[in-house]
T-cell receptor, first 113, second 112 residues
Framework: DTAVSQTPKYLVTQMGNDKSIKCEQN?????MYWYKQDSKKFLKIMFS???????INETVPNRFSPKSPDKAHLNLHINSLELGDSAVYFC????????????FGQGTRLTVV | SQQGEEDPQALSIQEGENATMNCSYK?????LQWYRQNSGRGLVHLIL?????REKHSGRLRVTLDTSKKSSSLLITASRAADTASYFC????????????FGSGTRLLVRP
């Protein structure tokens, strides 16, 4: 069983569209994250959730809205997609705070055309 | 601002050789972690070292931490072609325990 799974793996869409990426973890972790990896492989935190509550919003545009219906899920909805949103988005989870190892999903490669 | 900087950016070695990657960070930390990312895949946790530890081993991996110099190194001994990947260090942020700050990564190529 995959510990952290995100769907879809690839997403190609036109500018202006709205899209969602889903993430689920079956590890029983309390904390979940969304990271963005740009073309230079630089990873940047976007959001952190702990027990379904938003802890970190790292100055991400309002077009990005995370939703955590329960501890095991953290979905990412993006409105009005822009070319600059093209990147690989990773979901991750950890038992609690960053003092424990994080488990990453396989990533969603988003291409906005 | 980015917490960790890795050095070198890219490293190419022959199978069997040792690979050393360095990471520097800017602020005080509680722990430092190393991750591996194979091409097109997610990150995999390798090792976590706490601020009160100086050295840690896991199989062919050896990690050191020097908090006075705000630096860490990852040594992979007897490298294999399968070690080819990008390696990232990550630290907890000074202002929050709920985010990992990643370095820029070292791309390691192990030639068979």
């Amino acid at each position: 069983d995959t510990a952290v799974s995100q769907t879809p793996k690839y997403l190609v869409t036109q500018m202006g569209n709205d899209k969602s990426i889903k993430c689920e973890q079956n590890l029983g972790h309390d904390t979940m994250y969304w990271y963005k990896q740009d073309s230079k492989k630089f990873l940047k935190i976007m959001f952190s959730y702990n027990n379904k509550e938003l802890i970190i919003n790292e100055t991400v545009p309002n077009r990005f809205s995370p939703k955590s219906p329960d501890k095991a899920h953290l979905n990412l909805h993006i409105n009005s997609l822009e070319l600059g949103d093209s990147a690989v988005y990773f979901c991750a989870s950890s038992q609690d705070w960053v003092g424990s190892e994080a488990f990453f999903g396989q990533g969603t490669r988003l291409t906005v055309v | 601002s980015q917490q960790g900087e890795e050095d070198p950016q890219a490293l190419s070695i022959q199978e069997g050789e040792n690979a050393t990657m360095n990471c520097s960070y800017k602020t005080s930390i509680n722990n430092l972690q190393w991750y591996r990312q194979n091409s097109g895949r997610g990150l995999v946790h390798l090792i976590l070292i706490r601020s009160n530890e100086r050295e840690k081993h896991s199989g062919r991996l050896r990690v050191t931490l020097d908090t006075s110099k705000k630096s860490s190194s990852l040594l992979i001994t007897a490298s294999r072609a399968a070690d080819t990947a990008s390696y990232f260090c990550a630290t907890d942020a000074e202002d929050s325990s709920y985010k990992l700050i990643f370095g820029s990564g070292t791309r390691l190529l192990v030639r068979p």
